[in-house]
């Protein structure tokens, strides 16, 4: 009997001929484990594709729930956002496909598991690490970082064994898609001057073309946690269909962003997140009206580092532990709901409301009902004013130059 590999399918190209390679090269029975994190495909069809192909076996696994409830809500929870602007589809999915590896392996009793990542990309390091971390035994095999095929090469060795090659293989883009969002890569992408052709958006229309009037959307969170839209209560994985199916419409949720990937390249990368986006924004508001300013600004720094936790492929580590306890610690008071209006590309926060909200009326308003003591002021400002005046009076007054001269524009010689 052979030793049996635990492979990662898509249903695409390059894990296809995986199957064939593995078979070839490491003398294993493949298992293709093919994953539903909601990147709407024919299931049934990448099944019967993966046992033609040569698999001994073929799994689909949906993990659309585990994903959203383990890994979307707390990086949204977090404001997870890489370098201000990816939010980490992509990278949020591979941790929970290594542990779907690794336990599908201990269920057939596999040596080995494998993925199709190339040696370039950021994804290798999340599958490794998250594998190596929960199933040190298993060994990990990585045919598209090992066989030195080029795209063309992949194409005519899947021709050669009669692997069928998708149609969608004449498009010069690689895209990798989930509930969360949707990237796209290569192609005329790869000079960062030009403007992505219209055609590579699937999941957003043209904001030019978007609907001459706008749309609201209202959204309710509970302890940071998304659970109604427009006033109906949803599960997380229709809520987030919906949603990017309603932002979509209207053109939000494109990003072009040039990343710092993990292994010190920098790439084009267009991402499509309708829905990740407008929760990400209405989290925040929500989070402005609930949190204080300490808090806020602390959690912004966690943000950052959670963000880069995820991206860099740490997700089973106890530096996220403690960042996601600090997290939930945050997350309590974070409850209400948020309006948010898409027009032709953009969504703009335009109505919160919390019972828990920090925003007091009779504190903010010049009108009547005004309950500020503005007499106490003086005192305050006196108390605060103090260190500056006395540094300035020892330190600063009388120097050539420095904050307290206000320099005009420099004269001309
Ligand atoms: N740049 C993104 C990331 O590193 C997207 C990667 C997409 N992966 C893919 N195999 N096409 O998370």
């Known amino acids: 009997m052979s030793d049996k590999v635990i492979l990662a399918y898509s249903g695409g190209l390059d894990t296809s001929a995986a199957i064939r390679w593995l078979k070839e090269n490491y003398k294993m029975d493949v298992v293709a484990l093919t994953i539903d994190v909601g990147n709407e495909k024919d299931f049934t069809a990448i099944r019967e594709k993966a046992l033609n192909v040569g698999a001994v076996k073929a799994v689909v696994r949906d993990a659309k729930e585990l994903f959203v409830k383990y890994f979307v809500w707390p990086a949204l929870q977090a404001d997870a956002l890489y370098e201000g602007q990816y939010p980490l ?30 040696g370039k990309g950021n994804d ?15 060994r990990i095999i990585a045919p598209a970082r090992e066989w030195g095929m080029n795209r063309e090469q992949t194409i005519a060795y899947a021709k050669k064994y009669g692997i069928p090659v998708p149609v969608t293989v004449s498009s010069p883009y690689s895209t990798d898609e989930n509930l969360w969002g949707k990237s796209i890569e290569c192609g005329v992408l790869e000079d960062p001057w030009n403007e992505p052709p219209e055609d590579i958006y699937t999941w957003t229309a043209s904001p030019q073309k978007a609907p001459d009037q706008p749309e609201y959307a209202e959204i309710t969170f509970d302890k940071g946690v998304p659970v109604s839209l427009d006033g109906e209560w949803l599960d997380g994985v229709s809520l987030i269909k919906r949603l990017n199916e309603k932002a979509g419409k209207h053109g939000v949720g494109r990003i072009d962003h040039l990343e710092n990937r993990l292994v010190g390249i920098k790439s084009r990368e267009i991402y499509e997140a309708p829905a990740a986006s407008v929760l990400l924004k209405a989290h925040l508001a929500l989070e402005a009206m609930t949190l204080s300013r300490l808090q806020l600004r602390f959690k912004e720094r966690v943000a950052q580092e959670y963000a880069d936790l995820i991206y860099n492929g740490l997700w089973f580590t106890s530096f996220h532990q403690d960042l996601a306890a600090y997290v939930q610690s945050t997350q309590r008071h974070v409850t209400g709901t948020v309006r948010v209006k898409f027009f032709k590309g953009s969504c703009q926060v335009v109505g919160r409301k919390s019972p828990k909200s920090l925003y007091n009326f009779a504190l903010a308003t010049y009108d009547k009902g005004d309950q500020f003591d503005q007499s106490a002021s003086p005192g305050f400002i006196h108390i605060w004013g103090l260190p500056v005046k006395l540094q300035a009076q020892v330190q600063l007054l009388g120097e050539a130059e420095g904050p307290l001269k206000i320099v005009g524009p420099k004269e001309q010689e």
């Not at 290798?124 to 298993?138: I, N, W």
């Open 89 to 118: 589809a992509t990278a949020l999915s591979r941790p929970l496909m290594a542990k779907l590896l690794a336990d599908v392996a201990r269920e057939e009793g596999a040596v080995a598991v494998a993925h199709g990542c190339t």
């Open 124 to 138: 290798q390091v999340r599958f490794d690490v998250g594998v190596q971390t929960l199933a040190p035994d298993l």
